[in-house]
């Protein structure tokens, strides 16, 4: 990426750390989510790649969310938003690695659905969490979907019905944030996270990320059917991996287990 580009990348052995770098707010507009949306799918296809960390440049803002202001200018709401939807992972397919988000700022809208597209949140300390679309007379689409399965119920029909900001201790008091760190531990402690991820099995790291997304609307007995019967690509690949074999390996022998994704 060119210093110039409102999407950083920076990338440590098998990490990818995306910085997202649009002054002042970091507000996403059209051609910023077909640029984390390309970046996300290289990392999907890339095999060295295991583990992504999201960000935001800045100390006020990880992301307000859709560009109200380039909306103004001409940017459709329903314009190409680019493979992976908005901001680059909702919608984008078999993303079947680990990617945490740090969030370390304002977190709302649009920005809020990103954050929920990763997998593991971190958040500073002053980070806030709303979602304030029904004050400007629209639907938190992505949200409406999602949160209601998240956190309770009632929590997120106030949050989508009102638009009230809530703390980053309530936050993770409802489950929204795994971890709360002092701003300036923040980037120190995705890093940790991510390298022990990185250091994990990525084929069952796959095979997770795949039976979540496929039992999330399947009743149980159905969803495990689908897994015990090798139904799953990622499943499938698992079993009948070295890697499949070598935790049992490891264990027998004592010794740490040498994950090689194959």
């Known amino acids: 990426m060119s210093d110039t580009s409102p999407v950083k990348t920076n990338i440590k052995g098998s990490i990818l750390e995306v910085t997202l770098d649009r002054p002042k707010a970091n507000a996403?507009?059209?051609a910023t989510s077909r640029i984390m949306g390309e970046v996300f799918k290289d990392f999907r296809d890339n095999p060295d790649l295991r583990v992504a960390i999201l960000t935001a440049a800045g100390e006020k803002f990880f992301?307000?969310?859709?560009?109200?202001?380039?909306a103004n200018d001409g940017d459709a709401v329903d314009g190409d938003y680019g493979v992976g939807g908005f901001g680059g992972l909702q919608e984008l397919p078999h993303l079947n690695k680990p990617v945490i988000a740090a969030i370390n700022g304002i977190c709302c809208g649009g920005g809020l659905e990103i954050a929920l597209s990763c997998d593991i949140i971190l958040a500073a300390e002053h980070a806030t969490f709303a979602?304030?679309?029904i004050n400007s007379g629209t639907v938190a689409d992505a949200a409406s979907i999602k949160l209601p399965k998240r956190i309770p119920y009632h929590v997120a029909m106030e949050m989508l019905l009102t638009g009230r900001?809530?703390?980053v201790e309530?936050?993770?008091?409802?489950?929204?944030?795994?971890?709360?760190?002092p701003a300036d531990k923040l980037n120190e402690a995705a890093w940790a996270m991510a390298e022990?991820?990185?250091?994990?099995?990525?084929?069952?790291?796959a095979a997770i990320k795949e039976i979540v997304r496929d039992a999330e609307d399947s009743k149980f007995q159905d969803a495990l059917n689908r897994v015990t019967q090798r139904q799953l690509k990622t499943v499938d690949t698992l079993y009948g991996s070295e890697d499949g074999l070598e935790g049992f390996r490891a264990f027998s022998e004592k010794r740490d287990p040498v994950w090689k994704g194959r």
Not at 63 to 70: F, Q, S, T
Not at 172 to 179: D, E, F, K, L, P
Not at 197 to 205: E, H
């Open 28 to 30: 996403v507009d059209l």
């Open 196 to 205: 022990q991820l990185a250091a994990g099995p990525p084929l069952v790291f």
């Open 63 to 70: 992301c307000p969310g859709w560009d109200l202001k380039a």
């Open 170 to 181: 309530e936050a993770n008091r409802w489950g929204i944030v795994n971890h709360v760190h």
């Open 165 to 167: 900001w809530l703390d």
């Open 131 to 133: 979602l304030p679309e």
